[in-house]
């Protein structure tokens, strides 16, 4: 039976690293007839909760003028505004309007390369450009923007509203955002009129807009600071995780483009090598990382069914031999790597900076009839999973590692899921001037896992992931990222800004009615109640943190607890015997 299943999951893997056409994704947003009666979601077909988010009508303008005129008639008429991007990658519910009489405002066809300034070395973009349009424009002038995240179908202006990052240490840090010179925002006004501000670095609300959650109005064009193109050297190193957390601060220091993958169960750890080298080093590799290419729809919808089988029947060990086959396969694949742009055939890696920094091949695709799809695609079954990201301060990430160390010592197999979808990947960040930036230099844990498609169903060691949530959030103070998590990680979250006021002060100014606001991002900055939700199994899909045992599944033998490790966390736990 394990050789079987064994044998199961490298042919899946196999449709997974050697398919290379797709069916690019649909557009978030659907809508009855012209543009009217519509509903969004997000890239992974559900929110947080659930819910359905709609709005009475959606825009696309292609223009700046066409944007002010957008929202001037929207202010005219009092009427509730959120921006959306062509791929909604963001998972809160950032998108969401109040109700269903509200304006979405989609930045689509926003999406020219404005300037390219060789001799100044920036870039001018509308906000709905892709990162990969970005990376490919800066290239062709012999440019590149330093850092970056990891998937290029995000936009410039969602990805500057969430804070979105790269790995590194070094210069500015990893958030893009904080190479941003330049940005024109069009935000509400009095009296019916929309207002284009046009801001630059060192402006005094500069650092608002600079990360703002889409509250402060629409983004239409920024401008990028960019370096000449440059080459990098990159090696995987695999060792075992016993002293993961006293070289965690150091690694980052030594490497450029550091980054940190961590399979706990398995204890072990991946660093990346990564550094830029002299452009004259032979070498064209590409980074085509496995898990964003296009895929065999079978394939993820197999790996699938075979996960729900292990969560009904509790097979953790076949979690962890899935697991193992997954890691393996991908490390002999080098994770997408390869030394001429088609064969790996050893490390290190060494190319030219645009073909590493980003990846997403699953995107460019023709129609396919859905023969193949991103992994993700909630057109097909496929993965469907949390995402728990947050940010622990450098000068406490041992201790947090260590404690997690801690619980996998009392529940080795408790990991095994995460590492079904390639474990914890960590990334390095730095303090910004952001005032919903990070707040100091501090490790990024990027953690997916499996979630049921039934909202009151638990998961396989369901306590021992919230732990670690409830670790990393509470006890070392850790940020969430923006564009990421459930409910739970923003509960509070405010007060863990040092500029919050500030922010709130310059949202006030710029849309003083708040027309770009929704309950949701109210809560979240603490301007209305709690963004947690106190109902039935709402423990179980991050919506609350359980205070008492209907807030798990009792009626499945899940009950709230304390922590194993940290005991002031509650946790859904498995007890056997009441």
């Known amino acids: 039976m394990v ?76 009427r509730k505004m959120k921006v959306a991007t062509r791929y909604s990658h963001s998972i809160p519910k950032l998108v969401c309007l109040d109700g269903q009489d509200g304006l979405l405002i989609s930045t689509k066809y926003l999406n020219r390369t404005l300037k390219v300034d060789v001799e100044a070395m920036t870039i001018t973009v509308e906000s709905g450009v892709t990162l990969k349009q970005l990376i490919n424009e800066a290239a062709k002038a012999g440019l590149a923007l330093p850092y970056t995240p990891y998937w290029w179908g995000l936009t410039i202006g969602g990805l500057l509203s ?90 980052g220091n030594e490497h450029e483009f550091a980054d940190i993958t961590w399979y706990p169960s398995q204890r072990k750890a991946v ?50 031999l899935s697991a193992q086959t997954v890691i393996l396969t991908l490390k002999i694949a080098a994770y997408g790597l390869s030394n001429n742009g088609i064969l790996f055939t050893g490390y290190p890696v060494i190319g030219y900076h645009n073909r590493f920094q980003a990846s997403g091949t699953c995107l460019d695709s ?32 041992k201790s947090f590692i260590q404690d997690v160390q801690k619980l996998i010592e009392l529940e080795p197999k408790a990991m095994c899921g995460v590492e079904l979808y390639n474990g914890i990947l960590m990334r390095y960040v730095k303090a910004s001037s952001a005032y919903l ?44 990222h923006w564009g990421k998590n459930r409910n739970v990680a923003f509960d509070g979250v405010i007060n863990k800004y040092k500029n919050a006021k500030e922010f709130l002060r310059v949202k006030k100014v710029y849309d003083p009615f708040g027309l770009f606001s929704s309950e949701w991002t109210d809560q979240v900055l603490g301007l209305k109640n709690s963004v947690t939700i106190d109902k039935e199994g709402c423990a179980l899909e991050g919506l609350c943190i359980c205070s008492q045992d209907i807030h798990c599944a009792p009626n499945k033998g899940y009950y709230c607890r304390p922590g194993k490790v940290y005991e002031d966390a509650r946790v859904c736990a498995r007890v056997t015997s009441k």
């Open 437 to 480: 930036g990070k707040q100091e230099d501090a490790m990024d844990f990027d953690i997916t896992y499996y979630r049921s498609k039934d909202p009151l169903t638990p998961r396989l060691y369901e306590d021992i992931l919230e732990e670690v949530e409830q670790l990393a959030l509470f006890k070392y103070g850790a940020l969430p």
């Open 271 to 320: 660093y990346r090598i990564d550094d830029r080298v002299n452009t004259n080093s032979p070498g064209n590799g590409l980074y085509d990382f496995i898990p964003f290419r296009s895929t065999a729809s079978v394939a993820p919808g197999a790996i699938r069914t075979t996960e729900d089988f292990q969560e009904s029947l509790s097979d953790a060990l076949g979690k962890c």
């Open 366 to 397: 023709l129609d396919d009839a859905l023969i193949t799809a991103c992994a993700w695609d909630p057109r097909v079954k496929g993965e469907f999973f949390h995402q728990t990201t947050f940010s622990v301060g450098l000068s406490v990430a």
């Open 162 to 251: 969430t804070g979105a990052h790269g790995s590194t240490l070094w210069a500015n840090g990893s958030s893009v955002h904080d190479y941003l010179l330049e940005l024109r925002i069009v935000t509400p006004g009095f009296a019916g009129f929309a207002r284009v501000r046009s801001l630059k670095d060192g402006d005094k609300d500069f650092n608002a807009a600079k990360v703002s959650l889409g509250v402060l109005g629409v983004i239409s064009q920024v401008t990028l600071k960019l370096q000449p193109m440059f080459k990098r050297s990159i090696t995987y190193l695999t060792k075992d995780d016993s002293d993961l957390g006293d070289k965690v601060a150091s690694f």
């Open 3 to 78: 050789l079987l299943r064994g044998l199961f999951q490298s042919c899946c893997l196999f449709l997974l690293i050697f398919v290379v056409c797709c069916i690019p994704p649909e557009d978030p947003i659907k809508c009855s007839s012209d543009n009217t009666d519509c509903t969004i979601t997000n890239s992974y077909g559900a929110f947080p909760d659930r819910s359905t988010c709609r709005a009475a009508e959606v825009a696309f303008p292609s223009t700046e003028q066409e944007l002010i005129s957008i929202v001037s008639e929207a202010s005219r008429n009092k």
